[in-house]
């Protein structure tokens, strides 16, 4: 199924051999030879070393929501193509080839469903759509779901994971940063919460708009967070980078995010943060792990 | 004909014409008729070859090494600024000037990206590229103008916001993000003029504004045409190609609605004419700020985020309902 990515490290041939692709897996990291089914139980967070593979939008829908529930807008957004855009294809074939692979029209899902109880706006972005790329689609949505949060009070999520702006679509992919700023500055002047959760990899416009902008920066372990990815900025200053460089805990380390949370406690975290900026009080009963 | 070729023919006419004349001089020889006939030519060569300039062609304009910078336009549209230094924080950024200015005796706030002339100014400059700190700088600045109920102007004219350690580990997202985020929220008005380069997130950091002016040979784009083909084409000789895809002329983006106006530059280019270029940029500049001085805050407001909100390209597919999702 579409929502295990496969971990970048390759398999050397005598491993392959061993290992029924469809029911262990190695952890890129550690090397672990992993049970899938454990693995898929632990949401992809080696029980070994802690290494998060990454996860699709519907995922993060799963494992954030109340019961999976959720109401889902935008379906019915397509880009347009503004620019008539062709490099060694035409975007149109890029989109088409994209949404016919991924079964969703754009790199972004939003929704409105309940967390831990609480009425909230979410958007899950989803890096194997081109990218993960914001254009005026990715833009729209956002900007209808922060409306949906203005005018309902809604707290708002958004769960990041983007190359950048999304060439094909020019002037106006870079205009998205504006127009997503420009909404979040009426949730902001509104006093209606923002998290932001940052996974790998958030690079380019998007972090560079929404996704530096939350009341609370959450990122996941090791996800590779920055302005500029790590390929330019090696060219420009021509030499290697070192070790870490632009990883959740650089970021942290630099005053940029505001705390690290395993996957597997993001919905407790962020649901503490919640309560706390709309001055509810814990759940009794709740012995939560974040 | 590339812009090189058109200077060459055009300084080959202008020479003509100067030898005509001083051979009229010497010898004092009637030579009206001819040099009516060179000018003509001048003139004529000058506006096809103009008019008719590639986007490749506008990028080489834009980057022109004799092109008026930031520096130039405060000599000449915008008078006596005084120019205020730092963010406060870390240090202060040249690769971006700012400060109170006076555009027709009205202050103003002015910021720009601040390109070097040559190598040793441009070590000083960043080649116009500013790390987090200058953004904050600007930012500082801003909320300086909204304070006092003074009109901010930028000219734009960057390759990018800066790629390195330190402009990461500061936190060159954050910044350019909360400029965004602040710009829509300011009370007083904001006019932004892409004069040379409007490269990316870099570019943007200063341009969120209702009213958004361009010099006709300025360009402005997600990102340049040599990045843009070297990631889709995966060649850089694709430069071209890039730049013609991207639409990242002022005339496409007057189309696409991202920008109000394109402000014309002499015949040829404004590096020709640092006067007429500043000159006609100070009477467009004029003209906006005194539209949107005269509107009240919260309206300004609206129309800024009103701007943006209709930015982008997308279509409706009817049919498909509601998702609502239960595993």
């Known amino acids: 199924m579409a929502w295990f990515r496969k971990p970048k490290q390759k398999l050397s041939a005598s491993d392959r051999r061993d290992l029924p692709s469809d029911v262990f897996d190695k952890c890129p990291e550690c090397g672990e030879i992993l049970y899938r089914a454990r693995l898929e139980q632990n949401l992809f967070v080696c029980p070994e070393c802690g290494y998060h593979n990454r996860i699709g939008a519907e995922d993060y829908l799963r494992l954030l929501l109340d019961g999976g529930e959720y109401r889902e807008f935008g379906l019915e957004l397509r880009s347009a193509d503004p620019l008539e855009f062709v490099d060694l294809k035409p975007y149109p074939e890029r989109l088409a080839a994209a949404e016919r692979q991924h079964g969703e029209g754009d790199a972004v899902r939003t929704v409105t469903g309940r967390l831990e109880d609480i009425a909230i706006a979410l958007a899950v972005m989803d890096f194997s759509f081109i990218g993960g790329s914001m254009g005026s689609v990715v833009g729209e949505k956002i900007a209808r779901l922060i409306r949906v949060a203005l005018q309902e009070q809604r707290p708002l999520i958004i769960v990041s994971t983007s190359g950048g702006a999304r060439m094909m679509e020019g002037i106006l992919s870079l205009m998205q940063m504006a127009k997503t700023s420009a909404l979040l500055a009426q949730l902001h002047e509104a006093a209606i919460p923002f998290v932001s959760v940052l996974t790998d990899p958030t690079t380019g416009g998007v972090t560079a708009s929404y996704a530096m902008l939350g009341d609370v920066h959450v990122a996941e372990p090791g996800a590779l967070i920055g302005f500029a990815g790590p390929r330019v900025i090696e060219q420009t200053i021509k030499q290697e980078l070192p070790g870490g460089f632009q990883r959740s805990e650089f970021l942290l380390e630099h005053g940029m995010v505001d705390m690290i949370v395993d996957r597997r406690a993001l919905k407790a975290s962020i649901a503490k943060l919640l309560r706390h900026m709309l001055n509810r009080p814990e759940p009794a009963a709740a012995v939560s792990p974040g | ?327």
């Open chain 2, 1 to 327: 004909m590339s812009p090189a070729a058109l200077e060459k023919e055009i300084a080959e006419l202008e020479r003509q014409i100067a030898s005509l004349k001083q051979m009229a001089d010497e010898h004092e020889l009637d030579v009206g008729a001819e040099l009516r006939k060179l000018e003509v030519k001048l003139e004529r060569r000058r506006r096809e070859s103009y008019q008719n300039l590639s986007a490749v062609e506008r990028v080489q304009l834009a980057r022109h090494s004799k092109r008026p910078l930031t520096q130039a336009y405060l000599e000449r549209a915008i008078t006596a600024i005084k120019e205020l230094h730092g963010d406060r924080a870390f240090r202060d950024d040249e690769a971006l000037v700012g400060g109170w200015a006076r555009l027709n005796g009205e202050s103003v706030m002015l910021i720009g990206h601040q390109k070097g002339r040559d190598m040793k100014e441009n070590l000083r400059r960043n080649f116009g590229m500013p790390h987090p700190e200058g953004y904050r700088k600007a930012l500082r600045l801003m909320q300086l103008a909204e304070k006092f109920g003074r009109p901010v102007v930028t000219l734009i004219d960057t390759p990018g916001a800066y790629p390195g350690i330190g402009a990461e580990e500061r936190g060159q997202a954050e910044a350019i993000a909360r400029n965004l985020r602040e710009m829509a929220r300011l009370r007083v008005p904001i006019l932004a003029v892409v004069i040379g380069e409007g490269g990316s997130g870099g570019a943007l950091a200063l341009g969120v504004a209702a009213r958004i002016l361009m010099l006709e040979n300025a360009i402005y784009s997600v990102l340049s045409p040599e990045g843009c083909a070297a990631d889709l084409w995966k060649t850089a000789s694709a430069k071209d190609l890039a730049a013609e895809a991207l639409k990242l002329t002022a005339r496409d983006l007057q189309r696409l609605g991202v920008i109000d106006e394109v402000v014309p530059e002499p015949v040829g280019g404004a590096q020709l004419d640092w006067d007429a270029a500043a000159a006609q940029l100070q009477a467009a500049m004029t003209r906006h700020l005194q539209a949107l001085t005269a509107v009240d805050p919260d309206t300004l407001r609206q129309q800024r985020w009103q701007k943006y909100e209709a930015l982008g390209a997308w279509v409706e597919r009817q049919s498909k309902p509601r998702r609502s999702g239960k595993h």
